[in-house]
RNA sequence: UGUCCCGUGGUGUAAUUGGCAACACGUCUGAUUCUGGAUCAGAAGAGUUCAAGUUCGAGACUUGACGGGACAACCA
């Protein structure tokens, strides 16, 4: 009754950072977070575990979270990606109002910011090869040693900066570098390169700047500059954070510092989550483009079917931890499956029909049975399908000689047909040639109509069904694990690709659906009854409809056929 | 031969900050149903990587092992 009487809710270590803040005054601020993707490529799930969390935690807390695009690196980035991962997370649920920044509105003061650091002689330029400064950081057992330039005076450093973002030098010839400790046991405080030279054009930027700065220059200042009070991170930036610490530390001028806070990235079995694997996938067409429903992206997984609330329960039930931890693809399904089962109607469909002729029902009479849209759900209401003397069942559900416990058809056996009438197996038709069994031969008992209520006959099974002379043809993608191996990306001895699954993708054609799907849209979620959860794909037109399969039922039949 | 991070049922997470380990998924029973789905009821499954210490009491604290991961891109 009591409030005190549930279950806490326990909250992430994150949350109760930022919990811990806001108590200490928090710098007198709200809790401002960011998410700041690359635009390099499109978004997937671990993707939204981040949007989640900065997004949810200023939510949560009254706050703010802005979209920063952190577009330090030309060569990578393109507009295209922009506007895709904006749709992105507008699709999850989040908005950023008009707080859509992008790391190359701080350009200026960035430059600025390392002017400043050179005047207080806290950084230099480099005339050294990337390969020479390598050599020199060290290892991360073995100390680096100082650059023959390091000692350079500021004047010349001022200079040599300038010039380069003039363009008098060449990529490579020269980079700014901070002066900080090539001893350091941390590899990112060895005096790290903080800006270089790049001469393609940038997408926003055009080729007003010669010099970029690097990730760890650029990050935390953007965050700095926005006002941010915690930079929610994934577990690789941690040791990045003594050096996100020591630039704060040259460039605050009050007590307010953003906090970087880092948590374990989504891992997903039997998927690859590296940007740079998927478009390698994508590249060279093992999939078809970044929306291919077999890819852990959010466009692929809206194509597939998924919806956004599955997502984030997803992600709400996994957390955020610091463990690095492989999470099970099929607590998604299951959460999809919770989500569709509640929100979508049930409607027949036949993947592989067999034609099943009613001897004893009259030839050109149609009745239309009324079936429940969702037994979840009464608001769905009811709908009539049609009825007639040849209808479609699923070739798995007619066995000639079915094994122990099959429940469905075989000769002189009974089943109901969903929604119809008890039907009898008196023969069948088998090719001679192939042994495939044909056609099906059925009497119905007249006395059995659904909704009928003197009838105390039981059968087993019941089967859905589409009148063949009603059926709608469709095609069906059915698509399975992308690879075959738990995780594709952790072996050593082989490369990721190895694992892919060849049977990934299954295209159905001839199925059969009932005459209510006519003129679904893409999108548009379904469940075929007894096989699973399907979504009308964007490639479906009015003379062919496409479905996807998002995922089959449970089948305990399938189990115990094993 | 470095620095930092992490180690709880099969999996993912909890444990009110020291009080005899909880939840979800999965698994297995059973009930029920005109979806072998869903739903409902129940069960099995870890003594918290190991060892020592502090304490009346440790999954939580200390130390040390062991195991895993991150870090040596002019990527983010």
Not at 16 to 36: C, M, S, W, Y
Not at 177 to 197: C, E, F, G, Q, V
Not at 477 to 494: I, M, N, T, V
């Amino acid at each position: 009754m009591r409030e005190n009487d549930k279950p806490k809710p326990s909250i992430s270590f994150i949350e109760q950072f930022i919990a811990e803040d806001l108590k200490e005054g928090n710098n007198g601020r709200p809790v401002h977070t960011r998410f700041p993707p690359e635009p390099n490529g499109y978004l997937h799930i671990g993707h939204a575990k981040a949007i989640c969390l900065s997004f949810g935690m200023a939510q949560k807390y009254g706050g703010k979270c802005n979209l920063r695009f952190d577009d330090t690196n030309p060569v990578k980035e393109e507009v295209e990606y922009v506007d895709a991962i904006k749709d992105d997370i507008h699709w999850l649920g989040f908005d950023w109002e008009e707080r859509e920044y992008y790391a190359s509105d701080y350009f200026a003061r960035l430059f600025d910011f390392a002017v400043e650091l050179i005047k207080k002689n806290l950084a230099y330029v480099d005339d050294q090869t990337a390969a020479v400064i390598s050599t020199q950081k060290g290892t991360p057992s073995q100390p680096g040693q100082e650059s023959p330039f390091r000692k350079r005076e500021v004047d010349e450093n001022l200079d040599l900066f300038y010039r380069m973002n003039k363009g008098e030098f060449d990529e490579g010839s020269h980079v700014l570098r901070a002066k900080i400790d090539m001893t350091s046991p941390n590899m990112h405080l060895r005096d790290p390169i903080i800006y270089r030279i790049i001469t393609s054009s940038h997408h926003r930027t055009g080729s007003k700047w010669m010099v970029y700065p690097m990730y760890d220059f650029a990050h935390g200042q953007s965050d700095y500059f926005e006002g941010i009070t915690h930079s929610l991170c994934t577990l690789e930036f941690e040791v990045h954070r003594p050096l996100y610490d020591w630039f704060i530390d040259q460039l605050k001028t009050s007590d307010y510092r953003p906090r970087q806070i880092e948590f374990n990235r989504l891992n997903l079995t039997y998927t690859v989550m590296s940007k740079r694997k998927l478009l390698d996938l994508v590249r060279e067409e093992k999939v078809n483009g970044w929306d291919d429903p077999r890819m852990p992206t959010l466009c692929g997984l809206r194509r597939r079917g998924y919806t956004p609330e599955s997502i984030k329960r997803f992600i709400d039930l996994i957390g955020y931890t610091k463990v690095e931890a492989i999470n099970d693809i099929s607590l998604l399904e299951h959460t999809i499956r919770e989500d569709l089962n509640i929100r979508t109607p049930r409607v027949f469909g036949v993947l592989n029909p067999l034609k099943v002729i009613i001897k004893n029902y009259p030839e050109g009479k149609v009745e239309n049975v009324e079936l429940i849209n969702n037994p979840e759900d009464e608001t769905m209401g009811k709908r009539l399908v049609p009825f007639c003397r040849e209808v479609y069942i699923e070739h798995d559900d007619f066995m000639e000689v079915p094994p122990h416990k099959f429940f469905r058809l075989a000769p002189g056996t009974e089943v109901r047909l969903k929604g119809a009438y008890i039907i009898k197996c008196e023969g069948f038709k088998k090719n001679e040639k192939t042994g495939e069994i044909e056609e099906v031969y059925c009497t119905y008992d007249p006395e059995t109509r659904s909704g009928g209520n003197t009838l105390d006959k039981k059968v087993k099974g019941t089967l859905h069904w589409v009148s063949a002379k009603h059926a709608v043809d469709a095609e069906v993608r059915l698509y399975d694990r992308l690879f075959s191996h738990e995780d594709p990306s952790g072996q050593k001895c082989a490369d990721f690709r190895e694992f892919l699954n060849p049977e990934s993708l299954k295209t159905l054609t001839g199925c059969k659906v009932e005459p209510s799907l006519k003129s679904a849209m893409p999108l548009e979620k379904f469940q075929f009854q007894r096989l699973g959860y399907f979504c009308v794909d964007y490639d479906s037109t009015e003379t062919n409809l496409v479905f996807n399969r998002t995922v089959p039922l449970k089948d305990t039949w399938a189990k115990i056929n094993k």
